[in-house]
């Protein structure tokens, strides 16, 4: 059934200076629960490469005690995972690649000679630890991974201050390529330790909060880096260089005057704090909007912070994001991620939306509330047009693309972060109330604070709150291919307006059920805005304005994901046997939608640029379908007649 909104608002346009600001797509690609009850139908996701027996256990806590050097990869040390065995264990597994050469192993304080290594897994046979008791396991290991940046454990560099670096970044598996690790994202450790030796002219920088550095008496200091949160294996992370500290804080109204540490380990050269002091100011700002917008910045009691260093972006490491810069869209995308990504982490990889599209979407919010609306309706009008410069692809990813080598499918710039952010944005302006949608996003937190998401819980989550189903919106967008391309003929008539719309599928996802704005122009000079539901795939309505629209403009505010084109036209020259052409771009099959049904033995041919007939057939029915398999790439005219009357259009195979 046809649903539209005549007339929703007036509005008076104007020319809109967009600001000039540099999204570098390549770049933003590189960003970047409360424990489950003991049960008997408990269970965890493992991928294939990862050992069976890591899921007879639970982590609890991590505590890594290493030695490490801002001029090399090399490390040495050891790291305890506390955990609760999930069934009877006599065989104990965890991941550490081979590069890592083990000297020892200690569970709960018994040394274990035998063990072997199979692919990345470490498998330990060990004396029986009855289910749901505690156990400790601890390794020490050293060794040098292979440096790589993006997606590669460790990397070393030299900052353009002169200073050698070294930073983590184990987002999606590369975590054991420094530390013995469980790589399952909806096993979150309840807290972390991480204490970093190095030499006394550095400084190392981790999660949580620096309780102690330690002199060693030797060159070497200590830095312990204590965190309490629950936090997922691969937001577990340090940095260290010749650093200085440079302190910001944030006042979040919730707060009432109390404040946020926003501590800043940048290169020690004064040119570099004042090269990047501005821009570490503006994160305060971010903290106090998003905590508005969500819910109270979710590690308050801890801190926020940045280790600047040689990365091409950023990454959302909890309460310590590694980064290469301070721009505004990088910081507020990071920071983003403290609640969507960090607070509630997606629950597989083939939901990365949890993260990068709502961090994404993050940077658009702080744009529209701090920088001012055009400054976000430039960043998500350039979001919109790199989704669209190709015609399908899902942000749902399915399992079967979850692989190590494919690393770039999940964290798409296309697909993940902006086709995710655009996602978010419709979603807003379906739910077209403010209030409500910031009550979805609070909400979400809320409920899986601290914990693991899919895109099925936001999409429930939006159901409750709003009362809105949201299946055939997920199906269209998340799991869903392409956008609709819309073609839209127009005319006036005796005071009113008349619209044929025609909606036609750039992918596999055959129709878009939403809302559209138009634009419309007059010839007076004004102008207008209507909303309607467009919910079937060829549409005809009219509205009376007593006015005459000169132009026309489909999403003029940058709300949906779509192509379109349009045409005006005079009635008197309208056949009764108007149809609109739709052309499938995936399978090149044409329809004919008729605009009289009224009209029955319609005779409809296609003949080639020669004028040779290669089609004809007979037909009752308003809408009609014609496959073109047989036919070669070229130019076209296809026409229909009853007799009495014929409509003529041109398509191109």
């Not at 990504?341 to 709502?358: L, M, P, R």
């Not at 000169?550 to 999403?555: K, P, Q, R, S, T």
Request: contains cysteine; aromatic residues 14%; negative net charge.
């Amino acid at each position: 059934m046809k649903q539209f909104i005549l007339t929703i608002s007036l509005v008076i346009l104007s020319t809109l200076a967009f600001s000039q600001i540099n999204h570098d797509f390549d770049t933003e690609l590189s960003c970047s629960h409360v424990k489950s009850q003991l049960g008997n139908d408990f269970s965890r996701y493992l991928y294939y490469w990862q050992s069976e027996y890591m899921d007879d256990y639970d982590v609890t806590f991590y505590h890594l005690d290493i030695e490490v050097s801002n001029t090399s990869l090399f490390i040495q040390g050891n790291s305890t995972m506390n955990a609760i065995a999930l069934v009877n264990i006599d065989t104990f597994a965890i991941e550490l690649k081979s590069f890592q050469t083990i000297t020892q192993i200690l569970i709960d304080g018994v040394e274990y000679t035998t063990y072997d290594r199979i692919d990345d897994n470490v498998i330990v046979p060990i004396a029986e630890i009855p289910a749901g008791n505690s156990f400790s396991a601890q390794i020490f290991y050293n060794g040098i991974p292979p440096s790589g940046g993006f997606f590669s454990g460790m990397t070393n560099s030299t900052s353009p201050y002169g200073k050698g670096v070294t930073w983590t970044l184990s987002e999606p598996f590369a975590a054991s390529d420094w530390f013995p690790v469980k790589q399952d994202l909806e096993d979150k450790a309840d807290s972390v330790w991480v204490f970093l030796t190095t030499a006394n002219s550095n400084m190392a920088g981790s999660q949580g909060l620096l309780t102690n550095i330690v002199d060693l008496g030797n060159g070497n200091s200590r830095y312990e880096w204590k965190s309490n949160y629950p936090i997922d294996y691969y937001l577990i992370s340090f940095a260290v260089s010749e650093y200085q500290e440079y302190n910001v804080y944030a006042h979040p109204e919730e707060m009432n005057g109390d404040s946020i540490l926003i501590q800043n380990f940048i290169y020690d050269d004064p040119q570099c704090l004042v090269d990047n002091k501005d821009q570490i100011d503006e994160t305060a700002t971010m903290i106090e909007l998003l905590s508005d917008l969500y819910i109270l910045y979710p590690f308050h009691e801890e801190k926020y912070g940045h280790c600047l260093t040689q990365l091409g972006g950023g990454m959302e490491h909890q309460t310590m994001t590694t980064i290469g810069g301070f721009p505004f869209w990088l910081v507020a995308h990071e920071l983003g991620h403290m609640w969507f990504g960090d607070n509630v982490t997606c629950a597989t990889w083939s939901d990365i939306w949890i993260n990068e599209g709502f961090a994404t979407y993050s940077d658009y919010l702080c744009q529209e509330f701090i920088l001012g609306w055009s400054a976000a309706q430039a960043t998500i009008s350039a979001k919109q047009t790199n989704v669209l410069s190709q015609p399908g692809g899902s942000v749902y990813i399915p399992i079967d693309q979850i692989t190590p080598d494919n690393v770039g499918r999940i964290f798409s710039g296309r697909l993940s972060y902006n086709k995710g952010a655009s996602i978010v944005h419709m979603l807003r302006h379906e739910i077209n109330d403010d209030e409500l949608f910031f009550d979805v996003m609070e909400t979400f937190q809320t409920n899986f604070s601290d914990s693991t998401a899919t895109g099925e819980d936001f999409k429930n989550t939006a159901e409750d709150i709003t009362g809105m189903q949201w299946d055939d919106f997920f199906d269209q967008w998340y799991y869903g291919e392409g956008y609709p391309i819309y073609d839209i003929e127009y005319y006036n008539s005796g005071g009113k307006n008349y619209f044929d719309i025609l909606q036609t599928p750039s992918a596999s996802t055959p129709f878009f059920d939403q809302h559209v704005d138009l634009g419309l122009y007059f010839t007076d000079g004004t102008d207008t805005t209507i909303s309607y539901h467009h919910n079937e795939s060829y549409e005809s309505f009219s509205i009376t304005t007593g006015k005459e629209v000169m132009y026309l403009e489909v999403d003029p505010y940058d709300w949906n994901l779509e192509k379109s084109s349009f045409s005006v036209n005079v009635k008197e020259n309208l056949s009764p046997l108007n149809f609109k052409l739709g052309q499938n771009q995936t399978t090149g099959d044409l329809t004919l939608y008729f605009s009289n049904n009224t009209l029955s033995n319609k005779s409809i041919s296609i003949t080639d640029i020669s004028g040779k007939v290669v089609y004809s057939s007979q037909t009752e029915m308003n809408v009609t379908k014609i496959n073109t398999s047989h036919l070669s790439n070229g130019v076209y005219i296809i026409s229909a007649s009853n007799g009495n009357n014929t409509f003529v259009e041109r398509f191109v195979k």
